[in-house]
């Protein structure tokens, strides 16, 4: 089955995004026994070799985007820990930049460890002055109790803000689509109290912003790699980005090629590879081994 691309001229990107789960590995669904995915260690390793520019902005907000780099550089992936981000990276710039000081994180300690690195207070569910925050902050949490919902909702309607790392209903494992804990929680939080949300994570223009910064370089000079028409593509249509696609993860080719408007990418790939005829030239000096 030949995958729909588009036959236009691409801009040479000077910087990429890659997601996580369905593009660079698939874990199961405890977040677990990690699969590298097919050239995904190979093109990563070339992009590292002539100093490309790449990030990974994961939606999982489980682990500390060290530990997460960390895990990965284990499996074969060379992501540094500064090119590891997560929507907690993402929140805890927007929460600095908006004066937040303490916050209620919904969600296990590793979803608040970047907020804490950005020398913000975090409290849990059960601890003291838990709605005596100016933000609550919803991420992974498989053990969401009905509790933490109610506590949630007296402290937004004691004035918090509410943050969502992902809005996103699905996300690639092994075993197919699994349901994003944050999703349904933050849907409770919403029914009940009517709160805007403030995003986080993909597809938001805020992590897209946060990437281009982390990149050094404008958002129209970064090309988002992503099995997600919803999240992936969406962010780079509407951020002026460039919009890859894969078809290991949540969305097949015969899915792809039935996307519209904003969820059309610019195009789908047939392997991870392909993206190397499609970023800027290697410098002479990296190219002939030569420092300058």
């Known amino acids: 089955m030949r995958l729909p691309t588009q036959t236009g001229a691409l801009p040479r990107l000077k910087g990429l995004m890659f997601d996580l789960d369905g593009t660079l590995l698939l874990s199961d669904r405890s977040l677990g026994n990690y699969e590298i995915l097919p050239g995904a260690a190979e ?87 838990e709605r005596d925050v100016q933000a609550v902050y919803v991420g992974w949490y498989p053990e969401c109790s009905m509790k933490a919902i109610e506590t949630a909702c007296e402290a937004i309607w004691a004035g918090a803000r509410l943050y969502v790392a992902s809005d996103v209903p699905f996300f690639a494992t092994k075993q197919g689509r699994t349901m994003g804990y944050s999703y349904a929680i933050v849907g409770a939080i919403r029914r009940v109290t009517r709160a805007p949300m403030i995003l986080t994570g993909k597809p938001s223009l805020h992590a897209l912003r946060f990437v281009a910064r982390r990149l050094g370089l404008r958002r129209c000079d970064v090309g988002i790699v992503g099995d997600d028409p919803a999240v992936e593509i969406i962010m780079a249509r509407r951020g002026g980005a460039t919009g890859f696609a894969v078809t290991t993860g949540v969305t097949a080719g015969e899915e792809w090629a039935r996307q519209t408007g904003l969820r059309r990418p610019e195009q789908v790939l047939q392997r991870l590879g392909d993206l190397l005829d499609r970023v800027a030239p290697m410098p002479a000096d990296v190219r002939d081994g030569v420092t300058r």
């Open 43 to 129: 093109l990563l390793t070339e992009l590292a070799r002539r100093t490309f520019p790449f990030v990974v902005l994961t939606n999982g907000s489980a682990y500390p985007p060290a530990e997460h780099a960390a895990t990965l550089r284990k499996l074969g992936l060379p992501v540094r820990d500064e090119c590891m981000l997560t929507p907690s990276s993402v929140a805890a710039d927007l929460m600095v930049r908006a004066g937040v000081r303490r916050v209620l994180v919904l969600g296990g300690f590793g979803v608040g460890q970047a907020l804490r690195d950005a020398h913000i207070e975090t409290v849990q569910v059960g601890e003291r002055g």
